[in-house]
């Protein structure tokens, strides 16, 4: 079972990683904008705020999903946990005929 301390490290390291890329995407996105016109140009500065603000769209919706995501499969842990600890022996037995069905399916013959 994940402790509350493992999710929040995961929570963590997932968050530093999107950090990570936006920071990348961001930077690649300047870089293409400045090498291709020039910094004071209108046609620019429009172009860079509707970038930036397309990016930050983007960079929401997808904190969302991963956020919806994570709460759906905690649940599901959660759920399957308490199903296991309130049925012990239903839980041995499944886990036992999915290792028996995975064992006939990888076996050579």
């Not at 968050?15 to 090498?35: I, P």
């Not at 994570?70 to 005929?97: C, L, S």
Request: a negative charge; proline letters at 3%.
């Amino acid at each position: 079972m994940i402790t509350s301390s493992e999710s929040i490290q995961n929570n963590d390291s997932v968050e530093t990683c999107m950090n990570n890329k936006d920071f990348l995407m961001h930077h690649t996105l300047e870089e293409v904008l400045k090498s291709s016109s020039d910094p004071t140009d209108k046609k620019y500065i429009e172009l860079k705020n509707k970038a930036e603000l397309i990016f930050d769209n983007v960079k929401s919706h997808i904190s969302n999903i991963s956020d919806k995501y994570y709460f759906h499969t905690k649940n599901a842990a959660d759920r399957a946990n308490n199903y296991v600890h309130e049925n012990p022996w239903q839980g041995i037995g499944a886990g036992m005929t999915l290792g028996l069905l995975i064992g006939l399916i990888i076996s050579p013959r």
